[in-house]
């Protein structure tokens, strides 16, 4: 708005006026309404769309989890609990054993990086080695089979196949955990973490330290046996 004067015939009348006439500030105020709710419809849109993304993912995730359990018996008839946790979008089976006595290994396999990682209950330290094609067949079983159908396998001992094998620690050349990908980091936090390679056996000189029995649902149980090098 601005002034405007009038001549009259003795003085100067001040007057108001409007550079678009009488419309102008009704249109004005009508244009910021409309901008801000334009704004705020536009905001809980994306706001909206955001939480549906967000909930559809976490949904997609959860259900691509599954829980397989599986109770075999080992080679003196002692039962073996294992829980199988199976991430088939991620490719990744951790299996969750639990010995007669009472103690509980854990054993991921990590697909997608071709890596096998042991973390046993009694020790400090996490173990690695790289899969093989009979690790990639055997948690095919889990990943890959029809295990939805199928959420428990009791294995019978007579239809069993066992499988040992012996795994030398190189304690020398321990793992930067933080060049592991982040399920491996997750489960091994606080550990050191080793190498291990694929040995006949320890020798008379060697001790086994340790052993972890795990069984897939193709009944084949392997006992892993680990002990550790010299330096």
Not at 82 to 95: G, H, K
Not at 191 to 220: E, M
Request: proline share 3%.
């Amino acid at each position: 708005m601005v002034r405007c004067w009038k001549r009259s015939e003795n003085c100067l009348e001040e007057v108001q006026c409007t550079d678009g006439g009488p419309d102008a500030t009704p249109r004005s105020h009508f244009s910021h309404k409309a901008f801000w709710f334009s704004l705020s419809a536009l905001l809980l849109v994306i706001v909206a769309l955001g939480l549906a993304g967000h909930l559809g993912l976490s949904q997609l995730h959860s259900q691509s989890l599954q829980i397989v359990r599986i109770t075999a018996s080992d080679q003196h008839g002692a039962l073996i609990n294992q829980s199988a946790v199976v991430d088939q979008q991620n490719d990744l089976v951790t299996l969750v054993v639990t010995s007669s006595t009472n103690q509980t290994s854990t054993v991921l396999f990590d697909v997608r990086h071709g890596l096998i990682c042991y973390k046993p209950v009694d020790q400090d330290s996490c173990f690695l080695r790289t899969m093989e094609q009979p690790d990639y067949d055997n948690v095919n079983s889990l990943l890959r089979g029809s295990t939805h159908k199928q959420s428990q396998f009791q294995l019978s001992g007579n239809e069993t196949e066992r499988q040992m094998e012996f795994l030398g620690v190189l304690e020398a050349s321990q793992v930067n955990a933080s060049s592991l990908g982040e399920p491996l980091q997750t489960l091994c936090k606080n550990r050191s973490v080793h190498w291990t390679r694929r040995a006949d056996g320890p020798g008379k000189q060697r001790l086994v330290y340790f052993c972890i029995d795990i069984c897939f649902p193709s009944n084949i149980c392997v006992s892993v046996c680990f002990y550790y090098l010299p330096e």
